[in-house]
């Protein structure tokens, strides 16, 4: 069975996302869709960019992804489909794909030729364009049917962590946030294990505040578990499962969280300096 997966600004409350599941039905009762969020943020390109890339590794090979974030029709911006990893997405060509696949190069990439005659009418890009493209590539239909073969898409450029020689200093940023109100930074673990290879010590500094251990996972966090509920709202600072530097509060939520309390936002900057 095929898989499409949606990820949209839609939001659950309108109609959008149960249109584009009808049209993709009405075309082909046997897909099997995947909903990855409709929660992003309206036109939050690193937002998307971010969930996107933790989630997609976990479908088969041969998914099709649908993103429509930033996706509303206009005639001087191309549709496209990327092809990389073995999977395909279906995005407007507003740098999303960039986003996503900044480290992996696209296997080819196609602009969506689909309803671009000049008497057709698009109401709504997702249900008009990316669903009938989904659809025929989860059928088996080749790409090149329905698009040209292009050689680039708008480029963005992802927000990247910085290594300052002369004050012995990575700086990073705030680049997501997540429902337990946990901080994700933008410094790998691999970029801060070499870097930190010639010092000794090192101190992260956010806001007014330092944390000077970084741990494996957050139930690392605990040391006694017979005292576990001591930990409960203990700062720390961990490399989660994506290898990025979080800041988090030992289960907090988005009321109680590292956002809450830190009060941390997207872009702002987090330090680690080097002793």
């Known amino acids: 069975m095929s898989i499409i997966t949606l990820t949209s600004d839609f939001g659950n409350l309108d109609y959008r996302v149960a249109a584009v599941k009808g049209k993709i039905l009405s075309l082909n009762p046997e897909v099997n869709i995947i909903d990855i969020t409709h929660d992003i943020q309206a036109f939050n390109l690193i937002q998307t960019s971010y969930i996107v890339r933790n989630a997609y590794k976990y479908f088969p090979k041969g998914s099709i992804h649908i993103l429509s974030v930033d996706s509303f029709y206009n005639k001087s911006r191309k549709n496209i489909i990327y092809k990389a990893d073995d999977?395909?997405?279906?995005?407007a060509d507003n740098g999303l794909l960039s986003l996503v696949f900044f480290d992996i190069k696209p296997e080819a990439i196609y602009e969506l030729t689909l309803n671009n005659r000049f008497d057709d009418v698009i109401n709504f890009t997702s249900t008009d364009i990316f669903v009938p493209a989904a659809v025929h590539l989860a059928n088996g239909g080749l790409p090149e049917v329905?698009?040209?073969?292009?050689?680039?898409?708008?480029?963005?450029m992802f927000p990247r962590a910085v290594y300052n020689e002369s004050e012995g200093m990575i700086i990073g940023e705030v680049t997501y946030i997540d429902n337990f109100g946990n901080i994700i930074s933008n410094i790998n673990k691999d970029f801060f294990e070499n870097i930190s290879k010639g010092y000794k010590n090192f101190t992260i500094k956010f806001r007014n505040l330092s944390l000077s251990r970084i741990f494996a996972s957050h139930t690392e966090v605990v040391s006694d578990w017979e005292r576990e509920t001591e930990f409960h709202g203990q700062s720390a600072a961990i490399f989660n499962d994506s290898q990025l530097l979080e800041l988090t509060i030992y289960k907090g939520s988005k009321k109680n969280g590292a956002k809450s309390l830190f009060g941390l936002n997207v872009g702002e900057n987090i330090y680690i300096e080097f002793t």
Do not use: D
């Open 87 to 91: 999977s395909y997405f279906l995005a």
């Open 146 to 156: 329905i698009g040209r073969k292009i050689e680039s898409v708008k480029q963005l």
